[in-house]
């Protein structure tokens, strides 16, 4: 997210390293001793087109400006002072913000109700959503509760057969129906098994076609309202940028969504999509998965993410649901 600012903040921050602070013009005001508007305006509309390159929503990158803006604006400037390294330590602070601003703990809303806990996950095709709650089974597996997996995308004959696969690998129930069969009564049925069982966790699979079809939000409703989940996941590809963020802003004006899954983080590290949805509808993330086994799936953390976005040794991240 700051490679592409680094040069123009170095050259500013060299010249005053270069002369005296009375003889830096360029950088500080007449009084010799504050930030010049003018080099703040330049280097804060690079800053935002950069926000923008790394795929954050424009309303959030105007927000994260703005931040920095207050932040800098007439400033006091020294001999020590480097804009790059203050205009950086700013930008971190305020996405740090964002990143915190809502908080998630699986842990806390399990033992906040009896079991079955019913979980539903919902998104597009293609975002991972399937190969996540194999992943998610695995962890609340590992921490000693049972699962109960629903073949909701009763579509596909291909997403039925993946995650009866998953299953198998896990050793956990999958309640499955014939292709094209109705996805709310697959989850109903989990449902029941999962009471009748006495497991603890229900997981629901859904089908994923494009977000502005009506058909499907209509399917996710009835599916909501037939098996009652105590959450809803948004599974969202954090390549897809801006893309995510409004499949994101789709689902959750349609049927509700309590916080967000974003795959392939692996390959991504700008963290504008984690950035963008967290920002923009208010939902926090959950869960972020750092590649193809089902261990690298770890709780979201915005410290992790903010050394993640900029480049540093990575905080380690909890070992809780």
């Known amino acids: 997210m700051f490679k592409g600012l680094k040069d123009k903040l170095f050259s500013v921050s ?18 010799g001793r504050r930030l010049k508007e003018s080099v703040l305006d330049d280097l804060l509309r690079d800053l935002e087109l950069e926000l923008m390159a790394a795929d954050v929503a424009l309303p959030v990158a105007e ?3 703005k931040t920095v803006r207050d932040e800098l604006a007439g400033k006091r400037v020294d001999k020590s002072f480097r804009i790059d390294e203050a205009v950086k330590l700013a930008l971190k602070a305020a996405v740090r913000n964002i990143l915190s601003e809502n908080k998630f703990s699986l842990n ?24 996540a709650i194999a992943k998610l089974a695995n962890r ?19 997403a039925i057969e993946q995650l009866t696969l998953h299953s198998e690998k ?28 006495k497991k603890d966790v229900v997981l629901i699979d859904t089908a994923g076609r494009m ?41 959750n004006d349609a049927i509700g969504i309590d916080a967000v899954i974003l795959t ?25 998965s750092i590649g193809q086994e089902y261990d690298e799936f770890k709780r979201f953390d915005a410290d992790w993410m903010v050394s993640r976005i900029f480049g540093e040794e990575q905080a380690k991240t909890s070992d809780e649901v």
């Open 14 to 31: 060299s010249k005053a390293e270069e002369k005296s602070v009375d003889e830096i013009s360029e950088v500080v005001d007449e009084s």
């Open 140 to 158: 609340l597996q590992k921490h000693g509760l049972t699962c109960v997996l629903a073949a909701g995308d009763t579509f596909r004959a291909g």
């Open 211 to 251: 977000q502005t079809n009506t058909n499907l939000m209509d399917e996710m409703k009835k599916i909501r309202r037939v098996a009652k989940p105590d959450l809803v996941f948004f599974v969202g590809d954090a390549l897809a940028g801006s893309d995510a963020v409004e499949q994101a802003k789709r689902f």
């Open 170 to 197: 896990l050793g956990c129930k999958v309640i499955k129906h014939q292709e094209g069969s109705d996805p709310a009564a697959v989850a109903y049925d989990a449902v029941e098994h999962a009471k009748a069982r």
């Open 108 to 131: 806390e809303r399990l033992k906040a109700k009896p079991p079955p806990f019913v979980i539903m996950f919902v998104g597009i095709n293609g975002g991972g959503k399937t190969t």
């Open 63 to 65: 927000a994260l400006t």
């Open 264 to 288: 392939k983080i692996d390959a991504d590290a700008k963290g504008g999509a984690a950035l963008s949805i967290t920002k923009t509808i208010g939902k926090p993330v959950a869960y972020v």
